[in-house]
């Protein structure tokens, strides 16, 4: 058990429609964030939230907008994607962020599909 | 430029061991990690090591040579559901994991 929740596990989306990622931890962890993973590259790290605060925005396109309500709940809202964007898409949380030994607790994963 | 280096696709028999190796070029380090992904399933967490040496965890161990700048996952006795990616993660100096882009396991009977 992962204690770490992602919803849907699979969306199939147009270009120019709308939909959001939604992610729950349930481990009372500080920091939450978004990956993405595509076939055979490293994870890029897309987004980090730390005590509801995003820390991070690794260049990521506009079209993908964050959101933390709280220290649980983490969105990842969708517009006018590309192809290239078809992906998996991980929600990941830690106890703490930026700390070494610190290991992420991750979501299965929303495998998106951008026709 | 950060890089970590791990083989794309290994095959080995069940009852065997096998070794995934993992080279790193980082700004620093501050612990690897490695972690196992089934397909269609989140990544789990299996090691972290910081200091020089073999770490032992039943039928898994990773070692960690700093000085070389390289890891292995040493996988003992497989089995059918050792099949799956590992990916390889660093720490570096900023504290920012650096990720490998996964070895796939392929376990054969």
């Known amino acids: 058990e992962t204690g770490v929740t992602q919803t849907p596990r699979h969306l199939v989306m147009g270009m120019t429609n709308k939909k959001s990622l939604k992610c729950e931890q349930h481990l009372g962890h500080n920091a939450m964030y978004w990956y993405k993973q595509s076939a055979k590259k490293p994870l890029e790290l897309m987004f980090v939230?730390?005590?509801?605060?995003?820390?991070e925005n690794n260049s990521v396109p506009s079209r993908f907008s964050p959101e933390c309500p709280n220290s649980s709940h983490l969105f990842l809202h969708l517009h006018t994607l590309q192809p290239e964007d078809s992906a998996l898409y991980l929600c990941?949380?830690?106890?703490?962020?930026?700390?070494?030994?610190?290991?992420?607790?991750f979501g299965s994963g929303t495998q998106l599909s951008v026709l | 430029g950060q890089n970590i280096d791990q083989p794309t696709e290994m095959t080995a028999t069940e009852g065997a061991i096998v070794q995934i190796n993992c080279t790193y070029q980082t700004s620093g380090f501050n612990g690897l990690f490695w972690y196992q992904q089934h397909a269609g399933e989140a990544p789990t967490f299996l090691s972290y090591?910081?200091l020089d040496g073999l770490e032992e965890k039943g039928r898994f161990s990773s070692f960690l040579s700093r000085s070389k700048g390289y890891s292995y996952l040493l996988l003992k006795e497989l089995q059918m559901k050792d099949s799956a990616s590992y990916l390889c993660a660093v720490t570096d100096s900023n504290y920012q994991l650096i990720w490998g882009a996964g070895t796939k396991l392929i376990i054969k009977p």
């Open positions: 090591n910081v």
């Open positions: 990941a949380s830690s106890q703490d962020y930026e700390l070494s030994g610190e290991k992420l607790f």
């Open positions: 939230y730390n005590f509801k605060e995003q820390t």
